[in-house]
């Protein structure tokens, strides 16, 4: 039997999530937006390339939530994108109810599947999502980190004029202009770029990284960036539904690991087929603990107003 991946907010990370879902082949796609038409008229698009791109998949657009039940993965970018100017800390209380009402459908026709949320703010709306669908932390995860990385990887990569396919990165805490690039774990063939690069060119990198979401808003001027957060969430659902077993930066409540509780935080785990299978704790420099501890004070702003 096919997986089913439902892909909830047809908008441009939706419609583009289910674009590098269909080219790799992961499962069946149910698009879902409140917008009428619309799911339907990308996803009948979608399912046209098909002839074209050599897939062969059910490919759905609607505006029913009947027709995501029994969904093995369910990806939430419903919500309002940022605008310049804007934070993602700005869209708390819109995104906030449209998660409330998205969560409460979702869990009611797929009480097994393994939610990935996408929609800003993306740490304080895990921690909404977990907390109104009662999902265990294993099943409700926010893509963040693995933007972050890529984005570091993309730009260590351009300093260095290697290939991005030598580069590992990681990029942990919270998803906002405090989050926690980590110099010492990214690596370049194996080499950390501490021993690469002087440290002015590496702080312009963690500059670079902390506001990328910010330099494509204000290059679009319309909308936030699309391409690289659909593709991190996609490599996120290959890993479940493929059980790679694979190591990277996610959102998940954490119950004491790092020295935080009851909170939606940015940490490396293991994903493979039941979700998140371990959260793997690496050891921080003095700094390091400090900053997470700054991200994380950041979101627990953001959460304060939320009434959960
Ligand atoms: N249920 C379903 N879909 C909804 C709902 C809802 N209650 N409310 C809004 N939507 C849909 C909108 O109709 C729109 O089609 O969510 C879609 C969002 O798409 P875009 O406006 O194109 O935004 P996008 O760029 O896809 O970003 C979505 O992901 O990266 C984050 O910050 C970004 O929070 C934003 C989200």
């Given amino acids: 039997m096919r997986n089913k991946i439902s892909i909830i907010g047809a ?12 080219v790799k082949e992961l ?5 879902v937006d409140v917008v009428e038409g619309m799911p339907q008229g990308k996803a009948l698009d979608l399912l046209e390339a098909g002839p074209v791109e050599n897939y062969d998949l059910h490919i759905v657009g609607s505006n029913n939530y009947q027709d995501t039940a029994g969904s093995d993965i369910v990806v939430v970018t419903a919500g309002l994108p940022r605008k310049p100017g804007m934070t993602r800390e700005d869209l708390v209380v819109t995104n906030g109810n449209i998660i409330r009402e998205v969560m409460e459908n979702v869990v009611r026709h797929s009480p097994d599947a393994i939610v990935i949320l996408v929609t800003n703010p993306l740490d304080t709306m895990v921690y909404l999502a977990k907390k109104v669908s009662g999902l265990p932390r ?14 570091m990887r993309a730009f260590m990569a351009m300093e ?25 774990y990214s690596t370049v063939a194996g080499i950390p770029i501490t021993e690469l690069l002087p440290p002015d060119r590496i702080e312009a990198i963690v500059e670079r990284t902390r506001k990328g979401g910010g330099e ?30 694979q190591i990277l930066p996610c959102c998940v409540y954490l119950e004491g690991e790092y020295g935080l509780n009851d909170i939606c935080f940015g940490v490396p785990v293991k994903l ?5 299978e371990q959260i793997m704790e690496i050891t921080l420099t003095d700094d390091e603990r400090a900053a997470m501890h700054r991200s994380a004070d950041l979101i627990r702003s953001s959460m304060a107003a939320l009434e959960v």
């Fill in 138 to 151: 294993e099943r409700i995860i926010g893509q963040a980190g693995v933007l972050d990385s890529a984005r």
């Fill in 11 to 22: 908008g441009f990370v939706g419609a583009t999530a289910a674009h590098w879902c269909a």
């Fill in 272 to 276: 493979g087929s039941r979700g998140v």
């Fill in 216 to 245: 494509i808003v204000s290059l679009l001027k319309k909308g936030s960036a699309f391409f690289a957060p659909s593709a991190a969430t996609m490599q996120m659902v290959e890993a479940i539904l493929k059980d790679r077993k």
């Fill in 160 to 184: 260095l004029d290697v290939s991005v396919e030598n580069t590992h990165a990681f990029v942990l805490g919270g998803h906002g202009d405090e989050m926690v690039p980590l110099p010492r």
């Fill in 27 to 31: 499962g069946d796609v149910v698009l």
